[in-house]
């Protein structure tokens, strides 16, 4: 059976706080544009996925 993923990263004292501050906030006009134009990027990126060619 496949084990869950351990990511390890800890935010402690003002790393912390800045984080939950800003999951507070909404998405800014720039910040959505900038994830729709990279979303837009990795779509036109193919994938070989078979793995007998390497």
């Known amino acids: 059976m496949a ?7 800890v935010l402690e004292g003002e790393d912390a706080r800045e984080f ?6 909404p998405a800014t006009k ?3 544009e900038m994830f729709k134009r990279a979303r ?10 078979d793995i007998k060619d390497r």
């Open 40 to 49: 837009k990027l990795a779509s036109t990126i193919r994938f070989n996925l």
């Open 30 to 32: 720039q910040q959505v």
């Open 3 to 9: 084990k869950p993923i351990e990511l390890g990263l």
């Open 20 to 25: 939950w501050e800003n999951e507070k906030k």
